[in-house]
T-cell receptor, first 114, second 111 residues
């Protein structure tokens, strides 16, 4: 098992550009999540999905979009990048029911918008 | 989900037990206490969780008070690799409800 795989690991965007952060898991988890973490801060939930075809907003969804066409993949889309979106982005997944180990996190994507 | 309160930072001598407290005075009867940690620049890592009883695994022990309003994560023999931010989270298990992470406790293990 690779667990949760995020690509790319690093990216620099110019203001107004768009990009997609990729997230894939091979554990057959139904639930997937996107978080962002600003320097020195905790994680904030952007979007989450309870299964293929179902997504919902978290705490800070503005400026982002997601889709969940398969169980394995949960891409995060930035349409018009802004400096405020400079952050580290973490994808996570979990089983349902969530019996024991909670979330499995990816290693993160470090995004800088200049 | 119930709110948690943790100290901002703590130090611990290498080889000693690290005791990380967490207050969750508004916890509901069906909410579990989860602990995660985040080593610099990495994704958070699950440590342990519990409902009422004390729990122990290969990483740590979790002590939950009888009234469930607070808990303590214990790392029995802290090593330098345990230096990390530790997050205490309460939430209902067996649902898809997301975890809300606060700012956690920054633990520094000192040689």
């Amino acid at each position: 098992n690779a667990g949760v795989t995020q690509t790319p690991k690093f990216r620099i965007l110019k203001i107004g550009q768009s990009m997609t952060l990729q997230c894939a898991q091979d554990m057959n988890h139904n639930y997937m999540y996107w978080y962002r973490q600003d320097p020195g801060m905790g994680l904030k939930l952007i979007y989450y999905s309870v299964g293929a075809g179902i997504t919902d907003k978290g705490e800070v969804p503005n400026g982002y979009n997601v889709s969940r066409s398969t169980t394995e993949d949960f891409p995060l889309r930035l349409e018009l990048a802004a400096p405020s979106q400079t952050s580290v982005y973490f994808c996570a997944s979990s089983y349902r029911p969530d019996r024991s180990n909670g979330y499995t996190f990816g290693s993160g994507t470090r995004l800088t918008v200049v | 989900d119930a709110k948690t309160t943790q100290p901002t930072s703590m130090d611990c001598a290498e080889g000693r037990a690290a005791n990380l407290p967490c207050n969750h005075s508004t916890i509901s009867g069906n909410e579990y206490v989860y602990w995660y940690r985040q080593i610099h620049s990495q994704g958070p890592q699950y440590i342990i969780h519990g409902l009422k009883n004390n729990e122990t695994n290969e990483m740590a022990s979790l002590i939950i008070t009888e009234d469930r309003k607070s808990s303590t994560l214990i790392l029995p023999h802290a090593t330098l690799r345990d230096t990390a931010v530790y997050y205490c989270i309460v939430r209902v298990a067996n649902t898809g409800n997301q975890f809300y992470f606060g700012t956690g406790t920054s633990l520094t293990v000192i040689p």
